[in-house]
């Protein structure tokens, strides 16, 4: 719908598990974030990319580890997770100028909902 | 620091009557603003954006905010509201701190009666 798509939409996985989470954007932009959303708690912005260079880590835990191959997709690589966890884990991206202008606004994925038990 | 602030947790507002979202932003240089709203196990969805000019800015969905730079304001507004317009909002501005990136407040649920 909004040219993000991000795979699988929801997830379960022990805390024993490794898994990936995938968001691939068809828009052409050169930068990609990773949210997270828990309940009663605002957005928070978890790594963002431009032109495929990690520009941000928000103090994310080492469980999480994002990888970008290329300027179309983003992954989210999952190992030995908590509950606390669980949460609506959100992608999205954005057409940045090299002079920081704003070309257009970020576009979101559906999100996949993950659950740690 | 770079922040917006949603005042409001939940708004009501019955059926055809008109609404405000509040928001207000602290941000160095000038601001860019966006809101969108987001529906349930939904991503978010983009409603509109100021950059520059009007300080009047329509989005989708009949939505239109009011970019206030004394009261550093983005109020969200609607004449005539929709039982369907019930949602989470979230405002938004895109702050250089490092990095160019979007920081959201907290969000308003809406909850429009019938």
């Known amino acids: 719908e909004t040219g993000v798509t991000q795979t699988p939409r929801h997830l379960v996985m022990g805390m024993t598990n490794k898994k990936s989470l995938k968001c691939e954007q068809h828009?052409?932009?050169?930068?990609m974030y990773w949210y997270k959303q828990s309940a009663k708690k605002p957005l928070e912005l978890m790594f963002v990319?431009?032109?495929?260079?990690?520009?941000e880590n928000n103090s994310v835990p080492s469980r999480f580890s994002p990888e970008c191959p290329n300027s179309s997709h983003l992954f989210l690589h999952l190992h030995t997770l908590q509950p606390e966890d669980s949460a609506l884990y959100l992608c999205?991206?954005?057409?940045?100028?090299?002079?920081?202008?704003?070309?257009?606004?970020?576009?979101f994925g559906q999100g996949t909902r993950l659950t740690v038990v | 620091a770079q922040s917006v602030a949603q005042p409001e947790d939940q708004v009501n507002v019955a059926e055809g009557n008109p609404l405000t979202v509040k928001c207000t932003y602290s941000?160095?240089?000038?601001?860019?603003l966006f809101w969108y709203v987001q529906y349930p196990n939904r991503g978010l969805q983009f409603l509109l954006k100021?950059?520059?000019?009007?300080?009047l800015v329509k989005g989708s969905y009949g939505f239109e905010a009011e970019f206030n730079k004394s009261q550093t304001s983005f109020h969200l507004k609607k004449p005539s509201a929709l039982v369907s317009d019930s949602a989470l909002y979230f405002c938004?501005?895109?702050?250089?701190?490092?990095?160019?990136?979007?920081?959201f407040g907290t969000g308003t649920r809406l909850k429009v009666l019938a």
């Open positions: 828009l052409g932009h050169n930068a």
């Open positions: 100021y950059i520059t000019g009007d300080n």
């Open positions: 938004a501005v895109r702050a250089l701190s490092g990095t160019y990136k979007y920081i």
């Open positions: 999205a991206s954005s057409q940045e100028s090299m002079r920081g202008r704003v070309d257009t606004e970020a576009f």
């Open positions: 990319y431009n032109f495929k260079e990690q520009t």
């Open positions: 941000v160095s240089g000038n601001p860019y």
